[in-house]
């Protein structure tokens, strides 16, 4: 939404807007409640989302989070939680990309950083099941495609434009 604004803006060169040009502006404001409420639910269950990815890690893969010996579960829970919250006030706003640039590209050359793609692409893989299953379809289907974004930008290998 903000990122449309700021684009608006800079397109509209001192005229006025058209009716094509608002129509995101429609489609957010009938889409504002449904939003709050998501972003609402989302806070209310976040713990109980990070804890089910955490035990559906620990159970299928038991190492994953204990690289060369060093328990990571708590830097992985630290980390979930920022990017869950990231993730619900995109929902929000209804701006991944303002995500995009704002956080996940500099996330991500963080995750390489540290080599931590694998356990990125599972956990937001995984997420996605405990969130379809946690949370109402109407809210899981808002929060999916951002945790699927998530994986994309921070479980791959390559950087992503």
């Given at each position: 939404m903000l990122s449309k604004l700021q684009q608006l803006g800079n397109n509209l060169d001192g005229r006025y807007a058209n009716d094509d040009e608002?129509?995101?502006?429609?489609?957010?404001?009938?889409?504002?409640?449904?939003?709050v409420d998501a972003y609402r639910q989302i806070k209310a269950v976040e713990k109980e989302i990070v804890e089910s990815v955490l035990t559906k890690m620990q159970t299928s893969y038991p190492t994953l989070l204990l690289p060369k010996g060093e328990d990571m579960q708590n830097k992985w829970k630290q980390d979930t939680f920022r990017v869950l919250r990231h993730s619900a006030m995109t929902v929000l706003l209804d701006d991944p990309e303002q995500m995009r640039q704002q956080f996940l590209y500099w996330?991500?050359?963080?995750?390489?950083?540290?080599?931590?793609?694998?356990?990125?692409?599972?956990?937001?893989?995984?997420?996605q099941d405990v969130v379809r299953t946690t949370l109402p379809k109407d809210v899981s289907n808002l929060l999916c495609p951002i945790l699927e974004m998530n994986r994309n930008f921070l479980g791959s290998k390559i950087k992503n434009s």
């Open positions: 608002l129509q995101f502006m429609d489609t957010y404001i009938s889409s504002f409640d449904a939003r996330f991500q050359s963080i995750m390489q950083a540290f080599g931590a793609q694998e356990a990125c692409n599972i956990t937001y893989l995984l997420m």
